[in-house]
């Protein structure tokens, strides 16, 4: 009898043992499937949210108010863009994080891509370059827009559109250029953000090369940069 009673407290205790065995591993799919089903709700809000973020204009900075001063200022285009290419983010930023801009001198940067896109740039967008991030604002301004073609509506009427080209027929010393310019002229500067070839466009009124050498639009904005910060002693 005490051999049986043995056998048959084994045997309960198997079945125990198997019973708690299944229990825990159904308690493990049961956690795993409510895990999986969790993440695939957050995917869902995570996709939404991001399906909600405009890609193309970033509203919350206001753009800069229209100066009343008679300061002059700059414009830059930028021609035959590819949004694809690395190098156009580092012209923009060295025209957004130059003394210039931040002395306020900076009237309007312009894109134009090769699909023929125009967008309009505030020179406000450095801080979204800077922080990655854009605070909200009541304003209905726009840092990043696209308007329509063609990019000589929005150039004041008293300005020289200046396009910089290695081909161009002369060869320029940069500051001495822009130390001739007249001050009742608003110097426009048109620079190719391709990544070879020329721009070719039909409103320019002087073709320049500042360089015996290729350069890159970057390099070239810096230039301009430094030779107008050198004319109007902004340090």
């Not at 009898?1 to 591993?25: I, L, P, Q, S, W």
């Not at 156009?88 to 940067?109: I, Q, Y």
């Not at 300005?159 to 081909?167: N, T, V």
Request: hydrophobic share 35%; net charge neutral; with cysteine.
């Amino acid at each position: 009898m005490a051999k049986g009673t043995k056998r048959k407290n084994r045997d309960r205790d198997n079945e125990e043992e198997k019973v708690a065995d299944g229990v825990e591993r159904l308690s493990h799919r049961e956690v795993e499937e409510k895990d999986k089903d969790n993440r695939n709700v957050e995917g869902g809000v995570e996709e939404k949210i991001l399906d909600e973020i405009p890609i193309v204009e970033f509203a919350g900075i206001p753009v800069q108010p229209e100066k009343q001063d008679t300061k002059q200022r700059v414009t830059f285009i930028l021609e035959r863009a590819s949004l694809e290419v690395a190098k156009v983010g580092k012209a923009l930023l060295t025209v957004l994080d130059s003394p210039l801009n931040k002395a306020g001198r900076l009237h309007s940067l312009y894109v134009q891509t090769e699909r023929n896109v125009l967008i309009q740039i505030s020179p406000q967008i450095l801080q979204l370059l800077q922080k990655l991030s854009v605070r909200a604002s009541n304003g209905p301004d726009k840092v990043l827009r696209t308007v329509k073609n063609p990019v000589t509506n929005y150039l004041p009427a008293n300005c020289r559109r200046i396009g910089l080209s290695r081909s161009a027929p002369r060869v320029v010393n940069l500051r001495d250029y822009v130390n001739a310019a007249s001050d009742d002229e608003h110097l426009v500067f048109v620079v190719g953000a391709m990544a070879h070839g020329k721009i070719n466009v039909d409103y320019i009124d002087d073709f320049i090369s500042v360089s015996e050498f290729p350069l890159s639009a970057a390099c070239c904005i810096g230039r301009i940069c430094n030779a107008v910060e050198q004319k109007w002693k902004i340090l």
